[in-house]
């Protein structure tokens, strides 16, 4: 807590995105805590280097300024978009909340209003994700697939421009800044799945805190959204992969059946294994918290198996 005791301050990365997802949480922790809301912008080294993600070293480069700030105090807790933050505990944090997952879709914005499949051979589509690479090259072998970098309006100006064709980005991040106008189609989990945790949040906090804050974390926490996209998380940890590795998942919560179908794709998108995987929910709570890593653990076994890692660079990224 902050030392007035009457505000939280709210770590976040200053991109327009950042802001919008942060501002959202804001308003449910004012709402829960009843105390007023600071947010704290803070610079990561993702935010000011114009490398790939795979050169900076994939998923840690958003995550760790927020954390380093958060330890040394700060701010009281940060908002991260959860396909950005790695799989590994960090000493003395822990993610206290994962708020009810918006759109996990991938979609294209493209001149024209035109689908994948509309556009011409020879198009140039952007991304900054190896994923979204392997799965363009997969679907269309015959367009040139551009690396990119930079926030939501950089990209979509590009396309705007002229420079590329069209641009994959993720659906609910388009929402959050109000550019949904801008998408051509959507692509379906079932046949295009995307980045584990892609459309949740997390709120991460120190270890020690009060039961007052315990409590404003339960109110914000969405207990399906949490099981769905820990079993997510769950493969990236088994394989040993971050966000620059070629991996979809999808986890969803269906009565009380926790499903999760995870997919690694060859970067060059010629070939890609897929398991999927069920489990009932049940036991106390204590034993329901530890189910999607169990079936995690199963996904990502029956993936290793089928030779993912043969087929991709897994194993080696954090």
């Not at 989990?189 to 892609?198: D, E, R, S």
């Not at 049940?282 to 079936?295: D, I, N, Q, V, Y």
Request: charged share 20%; hydrophobic share 45%.
């Amino acid at each position: 807590m902050s030392g007035s005791g009457t505000t939280l301050r709210i770590g976040t990365r200053g991109s327009a995105l950042a802001l919008a997802q942060t501002g959202v949480v804001g308003a449910a922790v004012a709402k829960a805590s009843g105390l007023e809301v600071e947010i704290v912008p803070i610079a990561t080294e993702g935010d000011h280097s114009t490398a790939s993600l795979a050169t900076l070293g994939g998923t840690g480069v958003f995550a760790s300024a927020l954390r380093e700030a958060l330890i040394a105090e700060t701010c009281d807790l940060v908002v991260h978009s959860l396909k950005d933050l790695p799989t590994e505990a960090y000493p003395g944090l822990r993610i206290g909340a994962i708020p009810k997952r918006a759109d996990a879709r991938d979609a294209l914005c493209a001149r024209d209003d035109l689908t994948l499949e509309a556009l011409a051979p020879g198009s140039r589509v952007g991304t900054g994700s190896p994923r979204r690479a392997a799965q363009l090259r997969g679907w269309r072998p015959d367009i040139e697939v551009v690396d990119i970098r930079g926030n939501v309006d950089t990209r979509l100006r590009k396309v705007a421009d002229g420079e590329l064709d069209a641009v994959v980005l993720a659906a609910a991040g388009l929402g959050r800044i109000g550019r949904l106008d801008a998408v051509s189609e959507y692509f379906e989990l079932g046949k295009w799945a995307t980045a584990p945790g892609q459309g949740a949040l997390a709120i991460e906090v120190r270890d020690s805190y009060s039961s007052t804050f315990a409590a404003m974390l339960k109110a914000i926490d969405h207990p399906s959204t949490r099981l769905a996209v820990l079993a997510e998380r769950a493969v990236l940890a088994r394989l040993e992969a971050g966000c620059a590795a070629p991996i979809g998942a999808a986890g969803v919560v269906d009565g009380e059946m926790l499903f999760l179908t995870a997919t690694v794709y060859a970067p060059d998108g010629t070939s890609s294994v897929t398991s999927s995987h069920a489990l009932v929910l049940e036991g106390s709570p204590t034993e329901r918290a530890l189910l999607p890593a169990e079936l995690g653990d199963r996904v990502a076994g029956e993936l290793l198996a089928l030779g993912a890692a043969d087929i991709a660079p897994i194993g080696s990224l954090t």
